[in-house]
């Protein structure tokens, strides 16, 4: 890997777990934007809980040697939950959550050749 993709994966890697340590923290403590969205969602504020911490922990994940693509792959699952929830239930802008997507995406893609050696 040369060094302009080494760093790019690192600068990608710091993004995202920024974003979703961000995000996640504001779920487990009860922002009110946060809850009012889990509302919107209704399946229960328990769904809050899991995905706080889900993101936290899989943002965590990126870090690990070994294990940067089940957190990439937790994270993009995660995302596309909130895309289609955007798209379907929420309103009214998919963009932050389809840009964290491809994001972690690029992630997963970065280090899935690693998972075959």
């Known amino acids: 890997m040369?060094?302009?993709a080494k760093y790019g994966l690192w600068g990608l890697k710091g993004f995202a777990a920024l974003a979703f340590i961000?995000?996640?923290s504001m779920k487990l403590?009860?922002?009110p934007d946060m809850v009012a969205v889990f509302d919107t969602i209704d399946l229960g504020q328990w769904f809050r809980y899991v995905t706080g911490m889900i993101e936290i922990a899989s943002?965590?994940?990126l870090f690990v040697p070994g294990l940067q693509l089940i957190g990439a792959g937790l994270l993009a699952a995660t995302m596309?939950?909130?895309v289609l929830a955007h798209l379907f239930i929420i309103g009214p802008s998919m963009v932050p959550a389809l840009v964290l997507l491809i994001v972690v995406s690029l992630i997963a893609?970065?280090?899935r050749p690693r998972v075959r050696a």
């Open 2 to 4: 040369d060094a302009i």
């Open 22 to 24: 961000a995000a996640g």
């Open 29 to 31: 403590i009860g922002v």
């Open 59 to 61: 943002a965590v994940l």
């Open 80 to 82: 596309l939950g909130a």
């Open 109 to 111: 893609w970065a280090h």
